[in-house]
């Protein structure tokens, strides 16, 4: 069910990870930004092995693109994870922005989620907070064997969601690599894009389209590129 921007309970129609520094060879220019890491990086490269997931290294929005999602606002439970998963969203006061926190068996990891429209369409771009990576650090490297030199060879990405809220049921759908693979390989779609090698696993599909050419990907192959949805039930 889509809904309208703006509505009070619900959301709209349609959320973004991380990345290693060598997918680019980036350059950043201090410590603090080449460092920001997430306690849930561990299980991503499960994730980036199983190549289940496609990341991108520029957002889906821009300042003008960003909308509110008042529907989101709350906490989120899978009851049917194998693990147990809580996903909560808070809006920060005065801005179209929200800070999503992912817990998965009892480990917390922090995003800012800004939100887009396309063509009626709702999508969520998700990014890594920076503040988690201090927070680690305190925790006395519980990511055993990660040392400065590692941390600095990590940067994030976005990772974008199309959102389904009706209610108290929020659905929630992400960007599948054989899908755009399909729509690449028809020649139905014509977006920038990398394949990652990592070793021991599937080569990594990486967009590096810039943000106009995300949001016209969408726009064409919206309907076309997202796995089946999680489903999420709202904590009363």
Known sequence: MTSKVGSENT???SVEFWKRADILGAE???VTQRAIITTALLGLVAVFCGGCVVPSIHPLYSEDDVTACPGIVGIWLDQEAAESETWK???KPGENTYTMIYIMGGKPAS?????TQI???VYMDTYP???DEESWRGQGTKLAGWNLLRQLHLLPVHLLWRIDLNGDVLRLSMLDPDMVNKQISAGSAVIAHEYQEVPECEPTLVLTAQTSDLREFLAKNGDKV???P???HRKK
């Open 119 to 121: 063509d009626g369409v």
């Open 111 to 115: 995003f800012t989620a800004h939100f």
């Open 129 to 131: 907070i920076s503040s």
């Open 226 to 228: 997202f796995n089946s």
């Open 89 to 91: 969203f808070f809006k």
């Open 11 to 13: 959301c709209f129609s």
């Open 28 to 30: 950043v220019s201090t």
């Open 230 to 232: 999680i489903e999420l």
